[in-house]
């Protein structure tokens, strides 16, 4: 594979080959729409009709910050990236945020915590088939009452996080793993965007956490030398809802909104 960036007196000379690795959760697998319709799939177009450039992508999936370092030292030694496009999941962050944090230990008993700035205080144990066995009746787990019931209950959960101050490790691991990244991109001469989380419309609380990480990140990578890409819309222009009926995934029309503006940044870079 021809390596595209030649790096020479402070900018980029672009041959005909462009190499760019991706990072991100489950937006760029996305497997509700159609592979052409992914933002990286209609980046690759944008960029190969309004250039006589090529595009090579390379995929990470994530889901934790806590690994992610290892993943991109390891993609970049195979795909020799001159780009690479983080992108800051919320999901992570949602999971850190709550006050109360139900999970499975490594004995797959449900374990019963609160989270208070990172620590989990444990106070109650359950197994797996106790855990479930409401689950048993689904006209009664799903009825409405109990959907308003467990939906206050959730917005209460991550608004008492956020007031405790839930969010601020996590906000200071991402900055120290943007530190890192950005090391290691100056270090192999690749060009960095960082892009923003999306909005989160089916929570007022979710969607909160990820306008917070927005502003963050807009303010912690805005004091380096990186591109950081405001991509946090609900709606275009015309005002078109981006998001499918689960309020949770990007739809088709958010995906092209995203991909070209990538494509338009990528282009821009390497003129």
């Known amino acids: 594979m021809q390596h595209a960036a030649i790096w020479s007196n402070g900018e980029y000379n672009m041959q005909n080959e462009i190499s760019v690795l991706i990072?991100?959760?489950c937006f760029p697998f996305q497997d509700n729409i159609s592979s052409s319709e992914l933002y990286h799939s209609v980046?690759?177009?944008?960029?190969e009709c309004k250039s006589t450039r090529q595009i090579n992508i390379s995929l990470i999936r994530y889901n934790s910050l806590s690994g992610v370092m290892d993943q991109i030292l390891t993609q970049s030694n195979i795909s020799k990236p001159d780009f690479l496009i983080f992108h800051c999941r919320v999901e992570s962050f949602l999971r850190r945020v709550k006050f109360?944090?139900?999970?499975?230990?490594?004995?797959d008993r449900v374990v019963n915590s609160f989270n208070i700035l990172g620590k989990?205080?444990?106070?109650s144990h359950g197994n797996c088939a106790t855990a479930g066995s409401d689950k048993q009746n689904s006209s009664q787990q799903n009825s409405p009452r109990r959907n308003i019931l467990r939906l206050i209950g959730k917005e209460l959960n991550y608004t008492a996080g956020i007031i405790i101050g839930n969010l601020f490790l996590p906000l200071r691991r991402t900055q120290l793993l943007l530190n890192a990244i950005n090391s290691f991109c100056t270090l192999h001469q690749i060009k960095l965007i960082v892009t923003?989380?999306?909005p989160r419309p089916i929570s007022?609380?979710?969607n909160l956490t990820s306008l917070l990480l927005h502003w963050y990140l807009q303010y912690a990578v805005g004091k380096q030398d990186v591109r950081y890409m405001n991509i946090w819309r609900k709606n275009d222009t015309e005002g078109n809802f981006l998001f499918c009926d689960d309020k949770i995934r990007v739809n088709a029309l958010g995906h092209r909104r995203i991909g070209e503006m990538l494509a338009e940044e990528i282009i821009r870079s390497t003129e």
Do not use: C, L
């Open 100 to 107: 109360f944090y139900r999970y499975h230990d490594s004995q």
């Open 196 to 198: 923003s989380p999306v």
């Open 120 to 123: 989990a205080i444990v106070f």
């Open 23 to 25: 990072a991100g959760g």
């Open 204 to 206: 007022f609380t979710e």
């Open 43 to 47: 980046m690759k177009e944008q960029i």
